[in-house]
């Protein structure tokens, strides 16, 4: 119904080196928000502060993008 296709490596068919060309966006996204120790391994028990500390690594996330691509 969504057209999504499995791509799975097989011996001999494809090379493992094309796989990784169709990382999904989430886990991309995980990848870059598992770099701050505080967020990947929750301290806080306060929702709204875990929230903050989301926020920020948010915007430390797009504030490097930005860096890297326009400056």
């Not at 490596?9 to 094309?18: I, P």
């Not at 920020?56 to 930005?66: G, K, N, Q, Y």
């Amino acid at each position: 119904q969504r057209a999504i296709i499995p791509r799975i490596a097989r011996r001999g068919v494809e090379s493992s080196e094309r796989l990784g060309r169709y990382r999904w966006v989430v886990e991309r996204t995980l990848a870059w928000f598992a770099r701050f120790r505080r967020i990947a391994v929750r301290y806080e028990r306060r929702a709204d502060i875990f929230t903050a500390f989301h926020h920020i690594a948010a915007s430390l996330i797009c504030w490097r993008f930005v860096q890297r691509w326009f400056c």
